[in-house]
């Protein structure tokens, strides 16, 4: 972990580079692009796998819809695009026609959460793993980074069904080595610890870890969790959580309905903890750069650790 | 292709509009306007015109159907139930907690339905998705597509069709049941399609207008484009009458989604039997 942290790399590179692998391999895998291929790293693919890749122009909606007949068939379609048009924009076609009868469509996003940071809110997408959150038979993936994102990408190629993949548009630490495994709906535990939990997904898993650091250092156990799928939630690792009584979430999405608010369900049923959301604070962002943006919403190194030992220091 | 004669097609024709009007009856819930004027092409599809099998609804290299408007998903039960797909008496179990025919087409619950339906506008995406995965594995499997004149309202219609015609799908052809009707009432006065023929052909199909409700017109349009390879994919737009066959239904938007009563019902029945024209 330490050796590789200076190593940058944005996750919508592990996707291009994955997907390109994948569909050598398995003639089956399409990509349905909306335009903005070059953008999502798909264009190796389209190049060298032209028989498998569709470009429908700028009709997301259409794509999500081209996407299902295929997989009637037996292909296993990937629609690429950016994560607020993935989500949004063809949201209730996901619905209608991949998450109602199921089908084995991928949806993987580039450009999740404020890391379109300079393209301002319209294309910073705060909302999506929420809203997908709530559709029955949707699985919902974000990645820490390249290297755990291209396990996450095979993966969600290997099982059947529907999946929302999110990428960062912008480069974020290598954390993991090349040689680590990732399980959809298994928490990735990094730290053990009895003074606090803190779980994380996506971009923010970095901060998570550098957060711990600090706190350790300066005397706490610290149990920390990499929640890279929000749905299906790994319970068992929110449960060990629970144990600590004090759980802070931090995700790169709304504290709404994303992964401190999947946390917070599990609590509020099973009791036993305090849990403090870190996120965008249901706002929307602006252009600026994407630490700034991180910053407004106190996505920070800093903010985790102060939250921490407030939290440490309250009675449960 | 089936052998059957027109005058066979015609009979069948009056099977699937009294089927579905029983259904419709049955769960005293339904959607019958859109049900009749779609009844005759369908019955030029499922007893002549598709390869499909009804023992084997899954079979990799059937013509594939998508029911677009899925609103009248009762006629296109009512097609599978008289070709066997699942036992007749099931059509009475239509819209009923646990029934395998759902208000609107399922595709996990129903054998012979291809795609889920029911949301406006999303259907025809998925058959042009369909007729591209035909010519990547080089089948020669058809996809069959119905959409609503209202529907053609939706913006994802035409994202469909220009997509087919990019990728030349020959091997697509989309019907638009063009009833005039919609649920508020006119499409003309809610929101006009304006001609949709041409509006097809500008997005590239091979577009033919014809009578939807003449047998022989159906039959002859889809004898035509039978085997076609000119790489363009083709629109059928039937000028059809909503709740056709039902004096008391034709040409009234109030019927698109409205049980009949009993005496309504038997009336019904009557004038298709009769053979009302």
């Known amino acids: 972990m330490e050796q590789m942290k200076q190593m940058k790399k944005a996750t919508r590179e592990a996707f291009g580079d994955e997907i390109l692998e994948l569909g050598r391999v398995n003639k089956n895998i399409c990509v349905i692009d909306a335009d903005i291929g070059n953008s999502c790293k798909t264009g190796p693919f389209s190049t060298e796998l032209p028989r498998q890749h569709f470009n429908v122009g700028i009709a997301e909606q259409n794509a999500c819809g081209i996407a299902a007949g295929l997989a009637t068939t037996g292909k296993i379609p990937f629609v690429s695009t950016y994560a607020v048009f993935g ?5 209730e076609q996901i619905r ?78 290598v954390i993991y080595g090349e040689d680590e495994e990732f399980e959809i709906g298994k928490a990735k535990q990094l730290s053990e610890g009895t003074d606090i939990a803190i779980i994380a ?43 600590t009584g004090k759980v802070i979430t931090v995700e790169d999405h709304n504290i709404l309905n994303g992964l401190g608010s999947a946390v917070s369900e599990v609590v509020a049923e099973e009791g036993g903890a305090i849990v403090r959301r870190i996120g965008v604070q249901d706002q929307f962002g602006q252009s600026a750069p994407y630490e700034k943006l991180l910053e407004l919403n106190g996505i920070t190194i800093e903010n985790i650790v102060e939250t921490a030992k407030n939290l440490i220091g309250k009675k449960n | 292709m089936k052998n059957i004669t027109v005058t066979e097609l015609k009979e069948k024709a009056k099977e699937l509009r009294k089927t579905a009007l029983t259904m419709i009856y049955t769960a005293q819930s339904g959607h019958p306007g859109g049900s009749l004027s779609a009844a005759d092409l369908m019955a030029a599809l499922y007893f002549k015109e598709m390869n499909i099998d009804a023992k084997d609804p899954k079979w990799e290299d059937r013509d594939r159907f998508v029911l677009s ?32 025919l759902q208000g609107h087409p399922d595709m996990k619950k129903t054998p012979g339905i291809d795609i889920s ?22 089948k020669s499997y058809r996809t069959f597509v119905l959409v609503g004149d209202g529907e053609c309202q939706e913006g994802q219609i035409w994202e469909a069709a220009e997509t087919a015609a990019k990728y030349k799908l020959d091997n697509l052809v989309v019907f638009v049941d063009d009833n005039g009707l919609q649920c508020d009432g006119a499409c003309a006065d809610i929101m006009p399609t304006l001609d949709l023929e041409k509006k097809f052909a500008a997005f590239g199909f091979e577009t033919i207008r014809i009578d939807g409700h003449k047998m022989e017109s159906i039959v002859a349009a889809l004898d035509s484009i039978r085997g076609s390879r000119n790489e363009l994919p083709k629109c059928i737009i039937l000028d059809t009458v909503k ?3 039902v004096s008391f239904m034709e040409d009234v938007a109030g019927w698109h989604g409205k049980a009949p009563n009993k005496e309504q019902y038997e009336q019904a029945i009557r004038e298709i039997d009769g053979g009302l024209n």
Do not use: W
């Not at chain 1, 989500?87 to 949201?91: A, E, N």
């Not at chain 1, 550098?210 to 929110?238: F, N, R």
């Not at chain 2, 009762?74 to 009923?96: C, E, V």
């Not at chain 2, 339906?117 to 080089?138: E, N, P, Y």
């Open chain 1, 87 to 91: 989500s949004l924009r063809m949201c």
């Open chain 1, 96 to 173: 209608q026609t991949v998450c109602y009868p199921y089908l084995n469509v991928k949806i993987a996003c580039s450009h999740g959460g404020l890391t379109p940071a300079n393209d301002g809110a319209s294309h910073q997408s705060i909302e999506d793993m929420g809203v997908l959150r709530t559709i029955p038979n949707m699985t919902v993936v974000m990645g820490a980074d390249y290297n755990s994102t291209r396990k996450l990408v095979k993966q969600a190629a290997e099982i059947y069904g529907p999946v929302y993949l999110r990428f960062t548009r912008d480069a974020i630490p």
């Open chain 1, 201 to 243: 997904n996506g971009d923010t898993v970095y901060l998570a870890i550098e957060a711990t650091k600090i706190l350790k250092a300066e005397g706490y156990s610290v149990k920390l969790y990499d929640m890279h799928t929000i749905k299906p939630l790994d319970k068992d690792a929110v449960l060990a959580s629970l144990k």
């Open chain 2, 69 to 100: 408007k899925g609103h009248v998903a009762p006629i296109q039960y009512s097609a599978l139930a008289l070709n066997g797909f699942f036992p007749y008496d099931t059509i009475y179990t239509l819209r009923q907690y646990g029934s395998i």
């Open chain 2, 117 to 138: 339906t029911g949301s406006l506008g999303q259907g025809f995406s998925a058959g042009v998705g369909m007729a591209i995965a035909a010519k990547m594995d080089r």
């Open chain 2, 243 to 245: 709740g056709k066959g």
